[in-house]
Protein backbone atom coordinates (compact mmCIF):
# COMPACT_ATOMS: atom_id res chain seq x y z
CA UNK A 1 0.00 0.00 0.00
CA UNK A 2 1.24 3.51 -0.54
CA UNK A 3 0.00 4.82 2.82
CA UNK A 4 -0.71 3.31 6.16
CA UNK A 5 -3.79 5.05 6.51
CA UNK A 6 -2.82 6.43 9.45
CA UNK A 7 -3.92 9.61 11.87
CA UNK A 8 -1.69 9.82 14.49
CA UNK A 9 -1.90 6.83 16.71
CA UNK A 10 -5.37 5.73 14.84
CA UNK A 11 -6.08 4.19 11.72
CA UNK A 12 -4.32 1.47 10.04
CA UNK A 13 -4.49 -1.65 8.46
CA UNK A 14 -5.59 -4.58 10.69
CA UNK A 15 -7.11 -7.31 8.59
CA UNK A 16 -5.99 -11.16 7.45
CA UNK A 17 -3.38 -11.50 4.45
CA UNK A 18 -6.66 -12.66 2.45
CA UNK A 19 -8.11 -9.28 2.34
CA UNK A 20 -4.88 -7.44 1.45
CA UNK A 21 -4.73 -7.52 -2.15
CA UNK A 22 -8.32 -6.39 -2.58
CA UNK A 23 -7.84 -3.23 -0.02
CA UNK A 24 -4.81 -2.83 -1.88
CA UNK A 25 -6.60 -2.66 -5.14
CA UNK A 26 -9.03 -0.45 -3.44
CA UNK A 27 -6.41 1.89 -2.49
CA UNK A 28 -4.50 2.10 -6.02
CA UNK A 29 -8.19 2.32 -7.73
CA UNK A 30 -9.36 5.48 -5.06
CA UNK A 31 -5.87 7.28 -5.25
CA UNK A 32 -6.10 7.28 -9.50
CA UNK A 33 -9.76 8.04 -9.53
CA UNK A 34 -10.03 10.91 -6.98
CA UNK A 35 -7.99 12.83 -9.42
CA UNK A 36 -9.90 11.75 -12.50
CA UNK A 37 -11.91 14.35 -13.97
CA UNK A 38 -14.32 12.08 -15.70
CA UNK A 39 -14.82 10.22 -12.77
CA UNK A 40 -15.69 13.63 -10.29
CA UNK A 41 -17.98 15.12 -13.35
CA UNK A 42 -20.28 11.79 -13.11
CA UNK A 43 -19.74 11.31 -9.29
CA UNK A 44 -21.10 15.18 -9.28
CA UNK A 45 -23.36 14.56 -11.94
CA UNK A 46 -25.10 11.80 -9.99
CA UNK A 47 -25.14 13.80 -6.91
CA UNK A 48 -26.73 17.20 -8.30
CA UNK A 49 -29.52 15.08 -10.79
CA UNK A 50 -30.31 12.05 -8.81
CA UNK A 51 -29.29 12.51 -5.24
CA UNK A 52 -30.59 15.80 -4.84
CA UNK A 53 -27.61 18.41 -4.47
CA UNK A 54 -26.67 20.59 -3.60
CA UNK A 55 -28.88 20.86 -0.29
CA UNK A 56 -30.01 23.72 1.13
CA UNK A 57 -28.78 25.71 4.42
CA UNK A 58 -31.49 26.44 6.17
CA UNK A 59 -31.61 29.58 8.35
CA UNK A 60 -33.78 28.95 11.48
CA UNK A 61 -35.59 32.14 12.66
CA UNK A 62 -37.36 30.70 15.01
CA UNK A 63 -35.11 28.87 16.88
CA UNK A 64 -32.43 31.44 16.65
CA UNK A 65 -34.68 34.14 18.21
CA UNK A 66 -35.80 31.38 21.08
CA UNK A 67 -31.39 30.57 21.96
CA UNK A 68 -30.52 34.11 21.31
CA UNK A 69 -27.90 32.92 18.63
CA UNK A 70 -27.78 32.67 14.82
CA UNK A 71 -28.74 29.01 13.82
CA UNK A 72 -28.28 27.53 10.19
CA UNK A 73 -29.39 23.59 9.17
CA UNK A 74 -27.51 22.26 6.48
CA UNK A 75 -29.93 20.01 4.97
CA UNK A 76 -28.79 16.26 4.13
CA UNK A 77 -32.42 15.28 5.35
CA UNK A 78 -33.48 15.97 1.81
CA UNK A 79 -31.34 14.25 -0.07
CA UNK A 80 -32.87 11.12 -1.97
CA UNK A 81 -33.59 8.06 0.46
CA UNK A 82 -33.42 10.66 3.28
CA UNK A 83 -29.61 11.11 4.63
CA UNK A 84 -25.71 11.85 3.64
CA UNK A 85 -25.54 7.85 3.18
CA UNK A 86 -26.46 8.35 -0.31
CA UNK A 87 -23.27 10.35 -0.83
CA UNK A 88 -20.98 7.82 -0.16
CA UNK A 89 -22.96 4.70 -1.99
CA UNK A 90 -23.31 6.52 -5.29
CA UNK A 91 -19.62 7.84 -4.82
CA UNK A 92 -18.36 3.69 -3.74
CA UNK A 93 -20.27 2.06 -6.75
CA UNK A 94 -19.58 4.39 -9.19
CA UNK A 95 -15.90 3.35 -7.98
CA UNK A 96 -16.62 0.01 -8.15
CA UNK A 97 -18.42 -0.03 -11.47
CA UNK A 98 -15.45 2.11 -13.06
CA UNK A 99 -12.68 -0.90 -11.89
CA UNK A 100 -15.28 -3.57 -13.46
CA UNK A 101 -16.82 -5.02 -10.17
CA UNK A 102 -20.56 -6.22 -11.17
CA UNK A 103 -21.49 -6.77 -7.38
CA UNK A 104 -22.05 -4.98 -4.32
CA UNK A 105 -22.05 -6.19 -1.13
CA UNK A 106 -22.64 -4.45 2.42
CA UNK A 107 -23.58 -4.18 6.12
CA UNK A 108 -26.75 -2.73 7.61
CA UNK A 109 -28.05 -2.42 11.24
CA UNK A 110 -31.27 -0.72 10.53
CA UNK A 111 -31.34 -0.69 7.23
CA UNK A 112 -30.76 2.76 6.17
CA UNK A 113 -27.14 1.84 4.32
CA UNK A 114 -28.42 -1.15 3.25
CA UNK A 115 -31.01 0.91 1.60
CA UNK A 116 -28.45 3.33 0.02
CA UNK A 117 -26.32 1.19 -1.03
CA UNK A 118 -29.16 -0.88 -3.01
CA UNK A 119 -30.77 1.91 -4.20
CA UNK A 120 -27.09 3.35 -5.43
CA UNK A 121 -26.47 -0.58 -7.30
CA UNK A 122 -30.17 -0.11 -9.18
CA UNK A 123 -29.29 2.95 -10.55
CA UNK A 124 -26.22 1.86 -11.71
CA UNK A 125 -26.79 -1.49 -12.78
CA UNK A 126 -24.75 -3.79 -10.49
CA UNK A 127 -26.33 -6.48 -8.25
CA UNK A 128 -26.52 -6.01 -4.88
CA UNK A 129 -26.59 -8.67 -1.52
CA UNK A 130 -26.86 -6.41 1.96
CA UNK A 131 -26.31 -8.20 5.22
CA UNK A 132 -28.03 -7.63 8.00
CA UNK A 133 -28.33 -9.39 11.03
CA UNK A 134 -31.62 -11.83 12.10
CA UNK A 135 -32.76 -9.80 14.78
CA UNK A 136 -32.23 -6.24 12.74
CA UNK A 137 -34.59 -7.80 9.81
CA UNK A 138 -37.41 -8.61 12.67
CA UNK A 139 -37.30 -5.06 14.11
CA UNK A 140 -36.61 -3.05 10.87
CA UNK A 141 -39.29 -4.80 8.16
CA UNK A 142 -39.76 -1.62 6.18
CA UNK A 143 -36.52 -1.37 5.05
CA UNK A 144 -36.02 -5.21 4.55
CA UNK A 145 -39.15 -4.63 2.40
CA UNK A 146 -37.08 -1.57 0.35
CA UNK A 147 -34.44 -3.11 -0.24
CA UNK A 148 -35.84 -6.33 -1.67
CA UNK A 149 -37.97 -3.84 -3.58
CA UNK A 150 -34.97 -2.07 -5.05
CA UNK A 151 -33.88 -5.41 -6.40
CA UNK A 152 -31.24 -6.56 -3.22
CA UNK A 153 -30.79 -9.56 -1.76
CA UNK A 154 -30.95 -9.27 1.99
CA UNK A 155 -28.80 -12.18 3.58
CA UNK A 156 -30.01 -13.13 7.34
CA UNK A 157 -26.82 -13.09 9.47
CA UNK A 158 -27.77 -15.81 12.57
CA UNK A 159 -24.00 -15.64 14.09
CA UNK A 160 -23.31 -13.87 17.21
CA UNK A 161 -25.16 -10.93 18.56
CA UNK A 162 -27.25 -11.61 15.36
CA UNK A 163 -26.58 -7.59 14.45
CA UNK A 164 -24.40 -5.33 12.97
CA UNK A 165 -20.90 -6.58 14.41
CA UNK A 166 -22.01 -9.79 13.11
CA UNK A 167 -23.34 -8.51 9.32
CA UNK A 168 -20.01 -6.63 8.91
CA UNK A 169 -18.11 -9.79 10.01
CA UNK A 170 -20.28 -12.32 7.19
CA UNK A 171 -20.12 -9.22 4.97
CA UNK A 172 -15.95 -9.22 4.95
CA UNK A 173 -16.04 -13.39 4.62
CA UNK A 174 -18.57 -12.64 1.47
CA UNK A 175 -15.96 -9.80 0.00
CA UNK A 176 -12.79 -12.38 1.04
CA UNK A 177 -14.03 -15.10 -0.98
CA UNK A 178 -15.76 -13.13 -4.01
CA UNK A 179 -12.94 -10.28 -4.48
CA UNK A 180 -13.00 -10.36 -8.35
CA UNK A 181 -15.94 -8.80 -8.92
CA UNK A 182 -17.59 -7.43 -5.31
CA UNK A 183 -17.39 -4.31 -4.11
CA UNK A 184 -17.62 -4.07 -0.35
CA UNK A 185 -19.38 -1.00 0.45
CA UNK A 186 -18.56 0.08 4.09
CA UNK A 187 -21.25 2.46 5.44
CA UNK A 188 -19.09 5.25 7.67
CA UNK A 189 -16.06 6.17 8.06
CA UNK A 190 -14.52 2.96 9.72
CA UNK A 191 -12.71 -0.11 8.99
CA UNK A 192 -9.03 -0.55 7.41
CA UNK A 193 -7.63 1.80 4.93
CA UNK A 194 -8.92 3.38 2.84
CA UNK A 195 -11.95 3.25 4.10
CA UNK A 196 -12.12 5.95 6.63
CA UNK A 197 -10.03 7.96 3.86
CA UNK A 198 -12.27 7.63 0.75
CA UNK A 199 -15.21 7.80 2.68
CA UNK A 200 -14.67 11.16 4.14
CA UNK A 201 -13.84 12.47 0.63
CA UNK A 202 -17.30 11.31 -1.26
CA UNK A 203 -18.47 12.79 2.18
CA UNK A 204 -16.89 16.10 1.94
CA UNK A 205 -19.21 17.68 0.17
CA UNK A 206 -21.30 18.10 2.82
CA UNK A 207 -18.22 20.90 4.08
CA UNK A 208 -17.45 22.55 0.81
CA UNK A 209 -21.21 23.78 0.14
CA UNK A 210 -21.65 24.74 3.31
CA UNK A 211 -18.71 27.17 3.69
CA UNK A 212 -19.96 28.52 0.09
CA UNK A 213 -23.62 29.02 1.09
CA UNK A 214 -22.81 30.69 4.34
CA UNK A 215 -20.11 32.65 2.76
CA UNK A 216 -22.78 34.05 0.76
CA UNK A 217 -25.78 34.30 3.50
CA UNK A 218 -23.15 35.78 6.45
CA UNK A 219 -20.13 36.50 4.46
CA UNK A 220 -17.99 34.66 7.30
CA UNK A 221 -17.35 31.24 8.62
CA UNK A 222 -19.42 29.72 11.42
CA UNK A 223 -18.44 30.06 14.95
CA UNK A 224 -19.46 25.95 15.25
CA UNK A 225 -20.71 23.21 13.43
CA UNK A 226 -22.10 20.60 15.40
CA UNK A 227 -22.90 16.94 14.28
CA UNK A 228 -23.93 13.79 15.27
CA UNK A 229 -21.24 11.06 15.51
CA UNK A 230 -22.08 7.58 14.88
CA UNK A 231 -19.39 6.07 13.06
CA UNK A 232 -18.62 9.77 11.70
CA UNK A 233 -19.25 9.94 8.37
CA UNK A 234 -21.72 12.96 8.20
CA UNK A 235 -19.27 15.17 11.12
CA UNK A 236 -16.46 14.50 9.03
CA UNK A 237 -18.33 14.96 5.88
CA UNK A 238 -18.68 18.85 7.30
CA UNK A 239 -15.88 18.86 9.34
CA UNK A 240 -13.25 18.33 6.66
CA UNK A 241 -13.51 21.66 4.89
CA UNK A 242 -13.26 23.46 8.12
CA UNK A 243 -10.41 21.87 9.93
CA UNK A 244 -7.40 24.49 8.63
CA UNK A 245 -9.71 27.13 9.88
CA UNK A 246 -8.68 27.04 13.55
CA UNK A 247 -11.33 29.76 14.58
CA UNK A 248 -14.06 27.22 13.72
CA UNK A 249 -15.23 25.18 16.70
CA UNK A 250 -16.43 21.56 15.32
CA UNK A 251 -18.49 19.43 18.22
CA UNK A 252 -19.48 16.17 17.63
CA UNK A 253 -22.66 14.52 19.46
CA UNK A 254 -22.65 10.86 20.37
CA UNK A 255 -24.89 8.90 21.74
CA UNK A 256 -25.43 9.49 25.43
CA UNK A 257 -28.91 6.67 25.46
CA UNK A 258 -30.11 6.18 29.25
CA UNK A 259 -26.95 7.80 30.88
CA UNK A 260 -22.93 7.30 30.88
CA UNK A 261 -23.25 6.19 34.40
CA UNK A 262 -26.01 3.24 33.55
CA UNK A 263 -23.67 2.15 30.65
CA UNK A 264 -26.58 1.79 28.38
CA UNK A 265 -25.12 4.29 25.12
CA UNK A 266 -22.76 4.97 22.57
CA UNK A 267 -20.57 7.31 24.02
CA UNK A 268 -16.69 5.96 23.02
CA UNK A 269 -15.55 9.83 23.75
CA UNK A 270 -17.62 10.41 26.98
CA UNK A 271 -17.25 7.30 28.84
CA UNK A 272 -13.91 7.48 30.13
CA UNK A 273 -13.85 3.96 31.43
CA UNK A 274 -15.25 2.03 28.77
CA UNK A 275 -14.27 3.76 25.70
CA UNK A 276 -10.54 2.88 25.14
CA UNK A 277 -7.64 2.44 22.19
CA UNK A 278 -8.88 -1.11 20.64
CA UNK A 279 -8.88 -3.23 17.31
CA UNK A 280 -11.90 -3.68 15.29
CA UNK A 281 -13.21 -4.34 12.16
CA UNK A 282 -9.58 -3.40 10.84
CA UNK A 283 -8.97 -0.10 12.27
CA UNK A 284 -7.20 1.16 15.34
CA UNK A 285 -9.61 3.72 17.13
CA UNK A 286 -11.76 4.26 20.57
CA UNK A 287 -13.88 1.32 21.06
CA UNK A 288 -16.66 0.94 23.91
CA UNK A 289 -14.78 -2.41 25.99
CA UNK A 290 -14.90 -4.25 28.85
CA UNK A 291 -11.64 -4.71 31.13
CA UNK A 292 -10.88 -8.03 29.50
CA UNK A 293 -11.01 -5.93 26.14
CA UNK A 294 -14.35 -7.63 25.09
CA UNK A 295 -16.69 -5.48 22.70
CA UNK A 296 -19.08 -4.08 24.78
CA UNK A 297 -23.11 -3.79 23.51
CA UNK A 298 -24.14 -0.72 22.75
CA UNK A 299 -27.97 0.96 23.38
CA UNK A 300 -29.47 4.00 21.85
CA UNK A 301 -32.60 5.34 20.86
CA UNK A 302 -31.27 6.01 17.28
CA UNK A 303 -30.23 3.45 15.22
CA UNK A 304 -27.87 4.80 13.35
CA UNK A 305 -25.67 6.13 16.19
CA UNK A 306 -25.30 3.08 18.01
CA UNK A 307 -22.47 1.01 17.46
CA UNK A 308 -19.28 0.30 19.35
CA UNK A 309 -16.26 2.22 18.27
CA UNK A 310 -15.95 5.82 16.44
CA UNK A 311 -13.83 6.38 13.26
CA UNK A 312 -10.30 6.80 14.07
CA UNK A 313 -9.92 10.57 12.43
CA UNK A 314 -12.52 11.86 14.74
CA UNK A 315 -9.99 9.96 17.59
CA UNK A 316 -6.76 11.59 15.88
CA UNK A 317 -8.65 14.78 15.68
CA UNK A 318 -10.19 15.28 19.44
CA UNK A 319 -6.17 14.06 20.71
CA UNK A 320 -5.16 17.26 18.71
CA UNK A 321 -7.86 19.09 20.28
CA UNK A 322 -9.34 20.23 17.04
CA UNK A 323 -12.50 18.84 17.54
CA UNK A 324 -14.51 18.20 20.84
CA UNK A 325 -16.83 15.34 21.81
CA UNK A 326 -20.24 15.39 24.05
CA UNK A 327 -23.44 13.36 24.44
CA UNK A 328 -26.98 14.03 24.48
CA UNK A 329 -29.30 11.31 25.91
CA UNK A 330 -32.22 9.73 24.26
CA UNK A 331 -33.95 12.00 26.52
CA UNK A 332 -32.70 14.87 25.71
CA UNK A 333 -32.99 13.38 21.82
CA UNK A 334 -36.69 13.21 22.13
CA UNK A 335 -36.77 16.90 23.74
CA UNK A 336 -34.72 18.79 20.41
CA UNK A 337 -36.89 16.05 17.95
CA UNK A 338 -40.12 17.74 18.92
CA UNK A 339 -38.48 21.03 19.94
CA UNK A 340 -37.39 21.09 15.68
CA UNK A 341 -40.64 19.79 14.23
CA UNK A 342 -42.53 21.98 16.01
CA UNK A 343 -40.58 25.48 16.02
CA UNK A 344 -39.69 24.95 11.84
CA UNK A 345 -41.28 22.71 10.89
CA UNK A 346 -38.60 19.83 10.09
CA UNK A 347 -38.93 16.56 11.57
CA UNK A 348 -35.23 15.42 12.18
CA UNK A 349 -33.72 11.67 12.36
CA UNK A 350 -33.44 10.80 16.10
CA UNK A 351 -29.67 10.38 14.87
CA UNK A 352 -29.75 14.16 13.98
CA UNK A 353 -31.62 15.36 17.00
CA UNK A 354 -29.03 14.88 19.06
CA UNK A 355 -26.98 17.20 17.30
CA UNK A 356 -29.65 19.85 17.73
CA UNK A 357 -29.75 18.78 22.01
CA UNK A 358 -26.17 20.34 21.61
CA UNK A 359 -27.68 23.80 21.28
CA UNK A 360 -30.53 23.39 23.97
CA UNK A 361 -28.02 22.23 26.34
CA UNK A 362 -25.45 24.96 25.79
CA UNK A 363 -27.52 28.25 25.15
CA UNK A 364 -25.35 30.46 27.43
CA UNK A 365 -22.01 29.30 25.51
CA UNK A 366 -23.37 30.00 22.18
CA UNK A 367 -24.89 33.53 23.11
CA UNK A 368 -24.65 35.75 19.39
CA UNK A 369 -22.62 33.13 17.47
CA UNK A 370 -23.20 31.79 14.42
CA UNK A 371 -24.25 27.85 14.46
CA UNK A 372 -24.57 25.57 11.80
CA UNK A 373 -26.12 21.69 12.42
CA UNK A 374 -25.62 19.15 9.88
CA UNK A 375 -28.92 17.73 10.06
CA UNK A 376 -27.81 14.41 8.90
CA UNK A 377 -31.34 13.09 8.07
CA UNK A 378 -35.14 12.73 7.98
CA UNK A 379 -37.23 11.36 11.08
CA UNK A 380 -40.05 9.47 8.92
CA UNK A 381 -38.53 6.19 9.56
CA UNK A 382 -38.33 7.19 13.36
CA UNK A 383 -42.19 7.79 13.74
CA UNK A 384 -43.12 4.60 15.61
CA UNK A 385 -40.38 5.49 18.26
CA UNK A 386 -40.98 9.07 18.62
CA UNK A 387 -44.28 7.90 19.01
CA UNK A 388 -43.67 5.45 21.73
CA UNK A 389 -41.34 7.84 23.65
CA UNK A 390 -43.10 11.01 23.37
CA UNK A 391 -46.45 9.11 24.64
CA UNK A 392 -48.53 10.30 21.78
CA UNK A 393 -51.77 8.72 21.07
C1 LIG B 1 -26.42 6.35 9.68
C2 LIG B 1 -26.79 7.70 10.14
C3 LIG B 1 -25.96 8.44 11.02
C4 LIG B 1 -24.70 7.88 11.63
O1 LIG B 1 -23.66 7.66 10.75
P1 LIG B 1 -22.37 8.60 10.66
O2 LIG B 1 -21.42 7.79 9.87
O3 LIG B 1 -21.90 8.87 12.04
O4 LIG B 1 -22.78 9.85 9.97
C5 LIG B 1 -26.36 9.72 11.36
N1 LIG B 1 -27.50 10.25 10.91
C6 LIG B 1 -28.33 9.58 10.08
C7 LIG B 1 -29.58 10.23 9.62
C8 LIG B 1 -28.00 8.29 9.66
O5 LIG B 1 -28.83 7.62 8.85
Known amino acids: MKSL ?6 GGVFVPETLMPALEELEKTFLKLKN ?15 AGRPTPLTFCQNLSKKFGCKIYLKREDLLHTGAHKINNAIGQALLAKSIGKTRLIAETGAGQHGVAVATAAAKLGLKCEIYMGAIDIRRQKLNVHRMKLLGAKVNPVTTGGKTLKDAINDALRDWTANVENTHYLLGSVLGPHPYP ?3 AYFQSIIGKETKKQLLEAERKLPDVIVACVGGGSNAIGIFKEFIPSNRVKLVGVEAGGLGIASGKHAARFSDKKTGRLGIIHGTKTLVLQDKYGQILNTHSISAGL ?4 VGPEHAFL ?6 EYTYATDKEC ?3 FQLLSREEGIIPALESAHAVAY ?13 VINLSGRGDKDMDTAVKALKLK
Open 5 to 10: GKFGDF
Open 359 to 371: IIKNTSKLKNKLV
Open 334 to 336: IQA
Open 318 to 323: RRAKRS
Open 306 to 309: DYSA
Open 197 to 199: TMI
Open 36 to 50: DKKFNYEFNELLRKY
